[in-house]
């Protein structure tokens, strides 16, 4: 799909009328009607998707027609798989009634920062669900109807519902600044979970998911292609720094099971962090293993139901306990890790089969994941590195100046952020932060999580990417940073397209990739390129 | 037009409170009855909302983590924005409580040419925000005055303090100005700023002005149409002593008083007010955040949900990988082998 | 029930403060104060309802009149002509501070500040005696 031109998307972000920009739109919130065009709605899910997951309504559809073919009866269902959801999740309930509208969120948002759109505050976003609510399931709202912002679900309301669902990364920054921390991802997913009772969901995550059920990843890479790709960046290392690593796969008996997302497999710039992680293990001679079969670290399950969520996470232990590994070691990802340390152990729990982690290598203990037994790499490769245990000559990335971006997820759902920064400080000579507004618990989301990274809609994720953008530039204009670093698969994926787009000059890449680069191996060759071949610092003519 | 009928409302409650305060009959039924029943409500409505809350099961472990998490030893950790233990959880709701710390760390994004994005402190929500509500809480701790006898000690200190500038007769409360002030300010950011205008309804509108009228009735009890105080404390220790009795000589502004806090006690436990509740038990705040280390349960996991399985996953791809050469659990049968 | 170990502990200590008023001296016998009235005299300065809704007004302004401003022309009442003085005029016929004003004002919790430059009676009196 075609980018908006730079100019124009410039001027209308800053001057354009919106709310951010002191506007008032003249349609009242709770009577507007939803426009879908071409390019601000994801496509839906094909049908054979949603017929291969068997989910509900299965059926070619087009956001745009007036029809949507829903099911006759959709609005009982709907509300049925509300008054569910209430009855289950305190978190949707509390949420639901204890809003005042103080209105701290609304400038908070990424989406919101980027289109102006009031429907993008958190706090309306929330509306949008909340006023069915009011309507259906409280006193106030079946006494006293509009006047306590109650409004009966309507078709349109509906249509709202998805248009602001998917315009909404669960990040969680809203939640950090909520005086109750109302937490618009808990919403956001109640919104996506009801929406797919009716069959309407979008195919960047579906497709995803039913690939990830099917053959374990993503991009549906069946278990020979996945083990080539790997092997093929082995190949590469060799060629860069004459050291042979092994790739094991499935594997009984391994230490370790490693599992990272399989966009660090196919997908530049995941590819050169993937390289990273295997110098890394090659390094210290690491007992371990890949699995083709739990091939995928990611889990657009999140981003679909708690139940899908759930099957597609329990394949990480049902695959650790086939090939009895001792624990399981997690790469780079942003909403697996998520998962991992939010859910899994809940959901798929207890792993009783695995021991608690320790590193082969240090004898640390790793007793924060002491139930769960998945570590992070960063906590991981840190400690590596606290112990001495790693050569490293952070001269090889001295052409790299890099920023750091904190993931929403390990920064707000898991408190991962100092451990990437420690690697960091230990493997390229400087880096910079970016303004404090915008890192750690105050992270600004790539714009394209939860499955919004696809090309249809560009406009929307260039705009909702601009606070993140907008902070690179910063320190590029600064400190000529010319290298986002992040922890984060969906992140190396999206922030390239949303740096070369906002900010030229600046690459992405993952943690992992400046640490293998900065890795001394024994028997190597003079290295003359970094891990993507591009000459090194000295090395240019 | 979402703050007209709330404020319609309002004043129809003053007119109905003036007229009543007229008549004998509902003077009683204003003065006595009224504030059983709204009480009663406030409490029943208030329990049940909370009961209603704690039925609810808590699926997963969600702390919204705002700092450094428990992780290898020598990393410092954020206890207070990313507790590990009850005590540290303990420690982040009394300052979430007590001192609004999430909100105190409210910016104020601007946008302008370039596209240039600007964050700027802003901490005035935060700082009225607290008035309002510390205030609030002083002067009904203040009003214990009338409900009980002998007056507890706390109650005489907090109103010697409350009085402390010694201005004018009777003495100025500083919390009277404070709340209105802050009151105002709160309903003037609804109005003015064009984000706040757009999202308020008038469930906003109503409590603000309410408890502005409240306050409004309340100085001018105490200033302007002055009512006999011990003929009040008569009527409302009577009333916390279930001894209810309704002296002569109260004037017209009480009834208004009470009306108005009545219904804001009535309306409490059906709107937006019982954040005053919710905000103990919002889990992305009062949960640890060790879910990798100690189990959290859900009381609704469904055990049925399974992966697709590793057995069926070979079935489909066994003879690619035995050609790529990756291990199998189950061999080839001999039959295809031969076909290759 | 969920949580119920910590939310019905805290909804017990929120009930037991919201009903403070109600079992703080529950069972104590309720006094309605009682002034002393002078003895002799029928009329106040101002009708009895408007005296205790705003006697404190009243004395404020005397004070402004009589302190600041020097106007210490005598007011009338019932054919008698009183001084516009706390101790002088109002306790010429209200002549215990303890048995009158102290009565009400202890039960409403008031304390005005008169009494940071006045004396009651007993106050001079035992002063005088201890002189």
Redesign the interface.
Known sequence: MALPKLEEL?KS???GPS???????KHD?LETTPVFKPENFPYPTKQEKLEYLKFPNPREWSPEDEDWKLPSNWKDIILQGFKER??????F???M????????C???CHFF?GTGD?QN?P??RA?LIRSVYRNDF???GKLFGK???ARDLTIDVLKEWAQYAYQCTEC?RC?????????TC?ITMMMRELLHLVGISINWCMEPVANS????NHMGL???TY??NVQYLADDIEEITGVKVDVP????GADILFITPSADVFAEPGIYTCMGYLILFHYLGLNYTWS??SSEGGNFGLFTS??MM??????MY??AE?LGVKWILGGECGHMWRV????M???N??ADFLEEPVSPITG?K???????K?VHIS?FT??LI?HGKLKLDPSRNAHRIPTFHDSCNP?????????PR?ILDHVVPKWHEM?E??I???TFCCGSGTALNTDEIMDLRMRSG??RA?AVKFVQDKFNVNMLSCVCAIDRATLLSLVNYWTPGVDVCGISELVGNALVLDGEIKRETGLRFEPLAGMEG | MKVLYPFIAVLALVAVALVGSQISGLQYLLGIALPYLAFAIFLGGFVYRVLQWAKTPVPFRIPTTCGQGKSLSWIKRDPLDCPNNKLEVAGRMFLEIFLFRSLFRNTKAEIGEGPQLSYGSSKYLWLFGILFHYSFLVIILRHLRLFTEPIPLFVKVIEFGDGILQLGAPTIYQTDLVLLGAVAFLLGRRLIMPQLRYISLPADYFPLLLIFAIAVSGILMRWVFRVDIIAVKQLTDGIASFSPVLPDGIGAMFFVHVVLVCTLLIYFPFSKLMHMGGVFLSPTRNMSNNSRAVRHINPWNDPNIKPHSYADYEDEFREFMVEAGLPVDKELPPAEKKEE | MYDGAKIIPGLIIFVVLATFAIWYGAGDVKQVPKPEKPVGYTNCVKPTQEMKESHMTLLNQWRDEVIREGKREQVEAGGKMYEKSLQNGCMHCHTSKEKFCDVCHSYASVRPYCWDCHMSAKKIKGLEEAI
């Not at chain 1, 059920?213 to 374990?216: A, H, K, Q, S, V």
């Open positions: 410039s972000v800053a001057k709310l951010m920009t002191g506007g008032i739109p919130w209430i009855d289950k999740f305190r978190s309930r509390i949420f009634d204890c809003c005042v509208r103080c209105g701290a609304a400038d908070k920062l009031p505050m706090v309306l509306e409280t006193t106030a006047m306590a912002g969680r939640s950090v600044f909520c005086p109750y921390g109302i937490d808990e059920n099917r053959t374990g069946q278990p020979h083990y080539e796969f499935n594997k009984k083709t079969y708690n139940e759930k099957k597609l996470n329990a394949k049902a695959e086939r991992v340390h939010q859910y152990d809940t959901m729990g207890p640390t790793f007793e924060n994941a002491a139930s769960t998945m906590e840190a400690d606290k920064a707000r759902a898991m408190g991962l952020l100092d451990e420690y303004p507004n915008t750690r618990e105050k601009l606070p907008n």
